[in-house]
C-alpha cells in the first residue's frame, strides 16, 4: 500500500514562484517513478512531470523550463518547484505513482495563479 500527501499549493500572483511536495509512503520509495499530473477547471487531467528512482527526468511540454522535479530518496519526498506562474497554470495538482498494477493518487493541491 502506497500513501501520497501532497503539500505546498497556495494562491499566487502571475510571474511568481511555488514549491509544491509530495510525501510518500511505502517499501522501496527510492526505485519508483514518481509523477505530478494537474487538471484546471473544465479541462482534463494532464502530465507534469516525472523523475525515475535515479533521477532522470521528463516534462509536460506546456512546462517551457518553469518547472523543475526533484526528490529526496532519504525523505521520501518529491518536490515541483514552479517558477514563471501563469493564469493558466491553475489547478489541482496531484502525485502519482503506478506500483505493481495500482495507480496511487494523493488528495491534490490547489494552486491559484491570480493578480
Known amino acids: 500500500q502506497v500513501q501520497l500527501v501532497e503539500s505546498g499549493g497556495a494562491l499566487v500572483q502571475p510571474g511568481g514562484s511555488l514549491r509544491l511536495s509530495c510525501g510518500v509512503s511505502?517499501?522501496?520509495?527510492?526505485?519508483?517513478?514518481m509523477y505530478w499530473y494537474r487538471q484546471g477547471p473544465g479541462k482534463q487531467r494532464e502530465f507534469v512531470a516525472l523523475i525515475t528512482g535515479i533521477g532522470m527526468t521528463n516534462y509536460g511540454t506546456f512546462v517551457e523550463g518553469r518547472f523543475t522535479i526533484s526528490r529526496d530518496n532519504a525523505r521520501n519526498m518529491v518536490y515541483l518547484q514552479m517558477n514563471s506562474l501563469k493564469p493558466d497554470d491553475t489547478a489541482v495538482y496531484y502525485c502519482?505513482?503506478?506500483?505493481?498494477?495500482?495507480?496511487?493518487w494523493g488528495q491534490g493541491t490547489q494552486v491559484t495563479v491570480s493578480s
Open positions: 511505502g517499501n522501496g520509495f527510492d526505485s519508483y517513478v
Open positions: 502519482n505513482t503506478q506500483q505493481q498494477g495500482i495507480d496511487y
